[in-house]
């Protein structure tokens, strides 16, 4: 069973990594594919909100489908739709084929996001360890190398189809072959008690939503950094727009960093300290960005954003599956949809804060929304201290009628 279990983390932190590049592919030439469809700034916004929500319906739909299907095959089938939608993104020619192409990424993202994190917290719960931080740093892992590949293209100014297909010709067929080492929560040995002790739960909402709310808020500072940083160092700090280029890539960094040893803080420090202490470090970078006085400071900033987001995202969702041990799949989904809320709502916040206030002031908006995280940070705690004290368990029942709980 060790065996089993570490191919099993092996290939998942394979299909974290691939899909780090597949995203970082779409979102790095924006730019490039809005020149070849013709796709106009007011129609722009469209089209990118159309992925995230499309994400969403396709996280719900998990929900339901993996009361009849394993979360492994799930991946296994949406992470090649994925990937060839990103090439039908970069070798179509009409307005059409690209919305085709992006619904079919947004619905498959879902999938995929859903599934991967469904499979990461029960290879936790098997492992008896924290080990959900490796798995995104995979991910981060992945946007870096996706980044790089993105600048390569743009810089010999190859055709888009040109800079995807040999991507996808390398990952889609590794995708299927270590697919075949994914491990379902039924496939390996649980920690002693903690699938039976919650077997057949309900997932109550309430109890759910101060994860969904972190999830939210998560995502709200990483859409922050990731859409305005270029920005907020040239127009605000008075940065080259080379050197503006340069934030997002130290933040990437430093989310792979942060995440490479967050497992070992989780062990030492349990999730609560940690967690605690990504939203001060996330907020004392929202801080210095506010209130830099040049390029150099901004950075530093940007650079305490990574280490301090990094954790809260893949914490949030082991915090999930030790809620409702006996529905975690369940949990997962719901708790996916956050996401991509907090996606759609950072970058147009932000955006319209700058735009009747000021971009330091907006900065600072981010910078509450991540210190909320610090009334919710017991929610992180194992599940017996988190329903220790008093506090009433989840009742049991059948694991399907958990999706009526919201």
């Known amino acids: 069973m060790t065996d089993v279990l570490r191919r099993g983390r092996g290939s998942l932190a394979f299909s974290f990594l691939v899909q780090g590049v597949a995203f970082a592919l779409l979102v790095t030439r924006i730019p490039a594919i809005q020149d070849r469809y013709g796709v106009s700034d007011a129609l722009l916004p469209a089209f990118l909100a159309a992925v995230p929500i499309l994400a969403g319906v396709g996280s719900v739909t998990t929900e339901r489908l993996v009361k009849r299907v394993r979360p492994s095959l799930l991946l296994r089938w949406s992470q090649p739709v994925v990937l060839l939608a990103l090439l039908v993104v970069g070798a179509g020619e009409r307005m059409v084929e690209l919305g085709v192409a992006l619904a ?7 999938v995929l996001d859903a599934s991967m994190n469904m499979l990461g917290v ?4 098997s492992y008896g360890r924290s080990i959900m931080l490796s798995f995104h740093a995979a991910y981060s892992l992945g946007g870096i190398v996706g980044a790089s590949l993105a600048w390569v293209g743009a810089h010999w100014e190859l055709a888009l189809w040109v800079s995807y297909l040999p991507v996808v010709a390398v990952l889609l067929p590794a995708v299927l072959v270590g697919s075949r080492w994914y491990v379902d929560d039924g496939d390996a040995a649980p920690a002693v008690g903690e699938k039976a002790a919650g077997e057949g739960q309900v997932v109550v909402f309430k109890w759910l939503l101060p994860l969904c709310l972190v999830m939210t808020v998560a995502y709200i500072g990483d859409s922050t950094v990731s859409n305005w940083s270029a920005k907020y160092l040239k127009d605000v700090l008075g940065s080259s727009e080379q050197m503006a280029t340069v934030p997002y890539n130290v933040y990437m960094v430093t989310t792979l960093l942060g995440r490479a040893i967050g497992d070992l803080g989780v062990r030492r420090f349990g999730a609560v300290a940690v967690v605690r202490g990504g939203a001060l470090v ?7 960005v506010a209130v830099a006085s ?21 914490q949030t969702f082991a915090a999930a599956g030790r809620l409702f041990p006996g529905a ?23 955006g ?20 909320v995280t610090l009334v919710y940070a017991r929610s992180f705690a194992p599940q017996p201290d988190r329903y220790g004290g008093g506090h009433e368990r989840p009742r049991t029942a059948d694991v399907g009628r958990g999706s009526n709980g919201l």
């Open 122 to 125: 029960s290879l936790q719960r």
């Open 104 to 110: 079919a990424f947004g619905l498959a993202v879902g």
């Open 294 to 314: 040049g390029a150099w400071v901004g950075m530093l900033g940007f650079t305490l954003l990574g280490f301090g987001l990094c954790v809260l995202v893949p």
């Open 352 to 371: 319209a804060l700058g735009d009747v206030w000021s971009y330091r002031g907006a900065m600072i908006v981010p910078m509450v929304l991540v210190l």
């Open 282 to 288: 996330a907020a004392g970078g929202f801080a210095v």
């Open 328 to 350: 975690s799949d369940v949990a997962v989904a719901r708790l996916n949809v956050f996401n991509y809320l907090g996606f759609l709502i950072g970058s147009p916040l932000v």
